[in-house]
């Protein structure tokens, strides 16, 4: 994995244009690339790819809704092989993967969580319908007792006429 400075330096922009092009193209890149603030980024050989596409849109003279065309479509662009002999990735890859499984797995957890409150909501929406059905299913087992117990008594009143 790859930080923003080896970005910057390999292809000799600043830190702040790929800290921008990775907010700016965050549907495109990994979630080590955005993490959560206080963390640094890191960057995959994916968003390598990535990069390297913008990077080379830029270079043509495009515009980011270009460059968003072309990775919306699936297009990505090899890093260009002078660049990436200037990366260098001396930091242990266990100390480097494991902010990034860190991140990603904080990611899946607020997934998780959005998802757990919207079945919990609509689990409450359910029991809310279910309550309302049942109140209804009461109010007509009631009338049909009533109309049991007048068809009753028109029936008992009927008997007395025909004697």
């Given amino acids: 994995m790859y930080t923003a400075t080896d970005l910057s330096k390999a292809l000799s922009i600043s830190r702040e244009?790929?800290?921008?092009?990775?907010k700016h193209f965050k549907d495109f890149l990994s979630a080590t690339a955005n993490p959560p603030e206080g963390n640094e980024r890191r960057f995959t050989e994916a968003d390598l790819r990535v990069i390297a596409l913008i990077f080379a849109t830029k270079?043509?003279?495009?515009?980011?809704?270009?460059?968003?065309?072309r990775?919306?479509?699936g297009e990505r662009a090899d890093f260009p092989e002078a660049a990436r002999a200037?990366?260098?990735?001396d930091t242990p890859t266990a100390i480097v993967t494991a902010p990034a499984r860190i991140a990603?797995?904080?990611s899946e957890i607020i997934a998780s969580n959005r998802l757990?409150?919207?079945?919990?909501?609509?689990?409450?929406?359910s029991v809310k319908l279910n309550e309302r059905k049942d109140g209804r299913i009461e109010q007509l087992t009631l009338e049909?007792?009533?109309?049991?117990?007048?068809i009753s008594r028109l029936n008992?009143?009927?008997g007395r006429m025909s004697k």
Avoid at 17 to 22: E, L
């Fill in 17 to 22: 244009t790929v800290r921008q092009w990775s």
């Fill in 59 to 69: 270079q043509d003279g495009k515009t980011f809704a270009d460059a968003k065309v």
């Fill in 104 to 106: 990603s797995l904080q």
């Fill in 116 to 125: 757990i409150a919207d079945i919990q909501e609509r689990l409450l929406e």
């Fill in 86 to 89: 200037a990366l260098s990735s």
């Fill in 71 to 73: 990775l919306a479509s």
């Fill in 144 to 150: 049909l007792k009533e109309a049991k117990d007048e």
């Fill in 156 to 158: 008992r009143e009927i």
